[in-house]
C-alpha cells in the first residue's frame, strides 16, 4: 500500500550509521522501489529505514509499506533486526 512519507513515525532505531545512500539512492531512482518498508498500523517504522530516507531525499511524497500487526517492542526490535 502507498504510505504518505510525510505520516511515518520514525523512533530510535539500532543501526545508527546509515551509510552512503548514494547507491540506493540511484538504484530506486532508476528501478523504483524493489522493496516495500515496514510499518504498524500507527505508521511507525520497523523495517526500511534506509528505503524511507532515500525516498525522501529523492523527494518521494508517497513509499509502498507492509503493515503488520506487532505490539511487543521486543517483536518490532526483532523484525527490525531481521531485516
Not at 523495517?47 to 513509499?63: D, F, K, M, N
Request: net charge negative; glycine share 6%; aromatic share 2%.
Amino acid at each position: 500500500m502507498k504510505v504518505p512519507i510525510t505520516d511515518i513515525i520514525i523512533k530510535e532505531r539500532v543501526r545508527q550509521d546509515i551509510g552512503d545512500l548514494a547507491p540506493l539512492m540511484d538504484s530506486m531512482k532508476k528501478h523504483g522501489q524493489l522493496n516495500p518498508i515496514t510499518i504498524t498500523r500507527d505508521n511507525e517504522l520497523i523495517a526500511g529505514h534506509r528505503r524511507l530516507l532515500s525516498a525522501q531525499e529523492l523527494g518521494w511524497t508517497y513509499i509502498d509499506g507492509l503493515i503488520i500487526d506487532r505490539d511487543s517492542e521486543i517483536e518490532k526490535l526483532q523484525l527490525e533486526l531481521e531485516e
